[in-house]
């Protein structure tokens, strides 16, 4: 091997690597500007807060304490149920299913939300029993599809017409349901148009952070709704400029889907538990004795996540991940869960839902 040679194309390797640090640096200076400068995202920014449904009527507060931290939207969830993957969808005024999270306690959430003069997102979920996610439920019979597809159908559309009624801004069509929209497509087309004909509101879809490429139906809906739980950075003990760096590709890769399908991004839910480790497995979730506490993390999380997108033409803002009512709000059972209540994250919350509710009541 010629010496020279050699030297000059390690020569070379250095300098790209250099000049990739440089640019790299760049971003990130750029990002953390970002963060320290006025919000100017437009007025219709989402700044949203996502309710957990309270077991028994929830005191008139609840919705004041979310529109006290600078939320303008919070999310309402009613819930369906399935024993297991071959079992009957429901969704009625079961005995056992909590006070909020079915018809008479939503609309009555609704009504609480109004008065507190918050918007609503109405966002429908699935939950199946014995440990399923509900990205695995599939069908390999006809018969159990169809049948599915027209509770779901019943499901989504009674709710559809509770959001008419109530004026409710935003409805969610579905939750990471990943291989429903795979098994049959023409199902969702048709349920999108049921739901057109009798809710004039605004429409999304809550997909997986790891397949909201897959949804083949976005220009049907008003936002690219993503349930944004994507992996930050396996640092230990990560600083902003990691956290910052983590976020580079996810937000690049979001910005073309933007392009191609010509709607904003809204992240249906966002959020990151008080424990170490937690931006590298965000979508990890329990309450249980794995990690320790560390609610620095947790902010660090949230304010690289608003520094990253929050002043972004193209994104909508989000609901984080979650809030509960006084009775459900233990801390010390939740100091490694997603709630930001009672910790240092509530802050960083604050001070950027904070600056839109300040600039209109500016302006």
Not at 227 to 236: G, H, K, M, R, S
Request: some cysteine; proline content about 5%.
């Amino acid at each position: 091997t010629n010496p020279f040679m050699l030297r000059t194309y390690i020569g070379k390797q250095v300098l790209v690597s250099l000049f990739v640090r440089i640019l790299l640096l760049i971003v990130i200076g750029s990002l953390l500007w970002s963060c320290a400068a006025t919000q100017s995202t437009g007025d219709h920014r989402i700044d949203g807060i996502a309710l957990e449904g309270p077991p028994h009527p929830a005191e008139d507060a609840v919705m004041q304490e979310i529109a006290q931290q600078g939320a303008e939207w919070v999310c309402l969830m009613p819930y369906a149920y399935m024993k297991d993957t071959r079992s009957e969808l429901i969704y009625g005024p079961v005995d056992w299913t909590w006070w909020g999270e079915k018809s008479d306690g939503i609309r009555a959430l609704i009504h609480r939300a109004r008065a507190a003069d918050l918007s609503i997102m109405l966002k429908p979920h699935l939950w199946i029993g014995r440990g399923y996610y509900t990205g695995e439920l599939s069908f390999s019979d006809t018969a159990q599809q169809e049948k599915w597809n027209a509770d779901y159908r019943q499901y989504l559309l009674h709710y559809a017409h509770m959001a008419e009624e109530e004026e409710v801004e935003l409805l969610c069509i579905g939750t990471e349901l990943c291989m429903q929209l795979n098994d049959d497509p023409a199902f969702w087309t048709s349920l999108i148009e049921d739901i057109r004909e009798v809710y004039t509101g605004k429409l999304t879809y809550a997909a997986n952070w790891d397949c909201y490429q897959d949804f083949p139906l976005w220009k049907q809906l008003d936002y690219i709704g993503i349930d944004a739980y994507f992996p930050i950075t396996e640092v230990e003990e990560p600083k902003m400029e990691d956290a910052l760096a983590g976020w580079t590709y996810w937000k690049e890769s979001m910005r073309k889907y933007v392009d191609t399908v010509g709607r904003p991004i809204l992240f249906t839910e966002y959020g990151y538990r008080s424990k170490k480790g937690a931006l590298a497995e965000p979508w990890v979730s329990g309450t249980g004795a794995d990690g320790e506490p560390d609610k620095d993390i947790q902010s660090l999380g949230y304010e690289a996540l608003y520094c990253t997108f929050w002043n972004e033409a193209w994104f909508q803002g989000g609901f984080l991940w979650k809030w509960h009512v006084e009775e459900m709000h233990r801390p010390a059972e939740r100091s490694k869960d997603y709630t930001p209540q009672e910790k240092p994250a509530m802050d960083i919350i604050r001070k950027h839902y904070g600056a839109q509710s300040l600039k209109k009541k500016e302006q």
